[in-house]
């Protein structure tokens, strides 16, 4: 029984993520419901915590969108990427990481692509390369957000363990930065230079380049700047309040003294934070509601809504098979469940979906939490397959033709920074936790 239930979950995700969107939450339902009504298992409480934590925060980076903050932070980023021209493999990553680490979406690396292309392009540098690692440098820095789903999913799973939020960037920023610089440093040279590359002559000698084109810039108006001011403001919160428990209310119940807890505060900063900026940026709550940050954001919630509770019941009804056969192993080499996470954030593609799913079992086996904290860029790897939107999006992006997916589909340009990334982090992030222990 214990196998054919193992099977059921393996296929409902695998189903989920061929569909794609909300079908891989569906699917979980689906899974759920046989395991419950075919198998009898009793159903475990669902992840709403977590569910109402990313809702807050994608209000808040919606109603960001909708008041031209999202574009006037883009603005920046050009004016960046345009000072520095010759060293844009190296800056590129820097701003689709920053830009990520402070809105806690990796939705903000398509409006960066084109304008990293078209840099790339008119400087002369093969576009291949910041590309390829500035989409890489968005994914990680979903792992260092303080604000992002994946994030305040992690956060909830180790709280009850005396870990704040500080543990985890503690670690995360530094292991994640410095795993995506390596990477572009050892991509520096790669592929020959533009000038060089068969595809782009090819395609430069058919008159297959269009010209660039000066793209429509949005105006950005005092109330766009004010958006980022107040998001950026909510960020700073979520960090102090979670690195500081004496500056969270407390409460006296029944004799105890409770602190409100890090979910519900990130909650009602969020929400506050999202209230501000349509009040005071007069943004449209019409654009807030169907706006691509909050489309991608409820496509997450619903996801780790049926993918997390279907793993949850399995794990939990059969923990006494589970444990036993894994329990030695994670004591003896905790950092095999790396491999796990890598393995499953790429058949989920979402790195809170992942978190929810795996780490409650890591932790149930005895998994030291903190090793969690190490472990966590682990949950990047769905560059792995090249099916991800920004991948995609980069590879549309580049006219040049130096972006691509090799013939072998595996052998892409997203690779090679992709492993030697999550490689160098994860291995950093146990050499940082020694700190903490």
Not at 393 to 410: E, H, M, P, Q, S
């Amino acid at each position: 029984m214990f196998f054919m239930q193992l099977l059921l979950v393996l296929i409902a995700i695998f189903i989920g993520a061929r569909i794609g969107g909300i079908g891989l939450g569906v699917m979980g339902g689906v899974g759920l419901g046989i395991l419950t009504f075919g198998f009898g298992l009793e159903p475990t409480s669902p992840p709403i915590d977590v569910m109402l934590m990313i809702v807050a925060v994608i209000t808040a980076a919606s109603a960001l969108q909708a008041s031209g903050g999202m574009n006037y932070l883009v603005s920046l980023a050009e004016k960046v990427l345009r000072k520095n021209p010759s060293r844009i493999t190296f800056m590129a990553p820097i701003v689709t990481y920053t830009f990520t680490f402070f809105a806690g979406t990796g939705h903000v690396a398509y409006t960066l692509l084109p304008v990293i292309s078209e840099v790339a392009q008119e400087s002369k540098v093969r576009p291949e390369r910041p590309l390829s690692i500035a989409v890489i440098a968005s994914q990680q820095a979903i792992t260092a957000s303080p604000i992002s789903a994946a994030t305040v999913a992690l956060l909830a799973l180790i709280a009850p363990y005396d870990l704040t939020l500080m543990h985890i960037l503690g670690v995360t920023i530094p292991a994640t930065l410095l795993g995506v610089m390596t990477a572009a440093f050892l991509i520096r040279r790669r592929g020959p230079e533009l000038e060089d590359d068969p595809e782009y002559n090819h395609r430069l000698k058919e008159g297959l380049l269009p010209a660039v084109k000066e793209r429509e810039k949005e105006e950005i108006t005092g109330r766009s700047k004010l958006s980022v001011a107040l998001f950026l403001t909510g960020a700073v919160m979520v960090v102090l309040f979670g690195s500081f428990e004496q500056l969270r209310p407390s409460f006296e119940s029944g004799g105890e003294i409770t602190v409100l807890s890090m979910p519900d505060t990130i909650q009602i900063v969020m929400l506050m934070i999202a209230a501000l900026i349509i009040v005071l940026c007069k943004a449209d709550v019409h654009r807030v509601a169907s706006g691509s940050v909050m489309r991608a954001g409820i496509v997450a919630v619903i996801a780790i809504f049926g993918i997390a509770w279907m793993g949850d019941t399995f794990i939990e009804a059969n923990m006494d098979t589970i444990e036993p056969s894994l329990q030695g192993v994670a004591q003896a080499a905790p950092w095999m469940f790396a491999f796990a996470l890598f393995m499953m954030s790429i058949l989920l593609n979402s790195q809170a979906a992942t978190v929810q799913a795996l780490m409650p079992l890591g932790l149930s086996i005895g998994i030291n939490p903190i090793f969690m904290i190490a472990m966590f860029p682990a949950v990047n790897g769905y560059f792995f397959i090249p099916n991800y939107g920004p991948i995609i999006a980069a590879i549309g992006f580049d006219r040049t033709g130096t972006t691509k997916i090799g013939k072998y589909v595996l052998n892409h340009s997203f690779m090679i920074p992709g492993l030697v990334t999550i490689t160098t982090a994860v291995a950093l992030g146990f050499l940082f936790i020694t700190v903490l222990l």
